[in-house]
């Protein structure tokens, strides 16, 4: 529903409107925490660039470049299975 995908970002009273139209069509039995839908928004609307900056401010070039061959790795394999399938 597109009105209910908005009300996420309404106030107090129309969040409890939402929870109980919920309950009544799906059979939800509480809210979740502001925060949890909060953080569920940024990772859906902002996922890949959160996890990017992430990764350049935690990992070290090294890491990267490991993480790369890894993957470089697992999909020369994946290509040679299904070669010789």
């Known amino acids: 529903m597109v009105v209910q995908s908005k009300l996420v970002h ?12 919920e309950r009544k069509l ?6 979740e925490q502001r ?5 569920e928004f940024s990772e859906s609307a902002l996922g890949f660039a959160t996890g990017a900056l992430y990764v ?17 790795y697992l999909f020369c394999i994946r290509i040679m299975h299904i070669g010789s399938a």
Do not use: M, N, Y
């Open 10 to 21: 309404a106030s107090t009273p129309f969040q409890q409107a939402l929870l109980e139209l």
């Open 56 to 72: 350049d401010r935690f990992f070290s070039e090294s890491d990267k470049h490991q993480v790369i061959k890894l993957c470089h």
């Open 35 to 39: 925060w949890q839908k909060c953080t």
């Open 26 to 31: 799906l059979g939800v039995e509480g809210d």
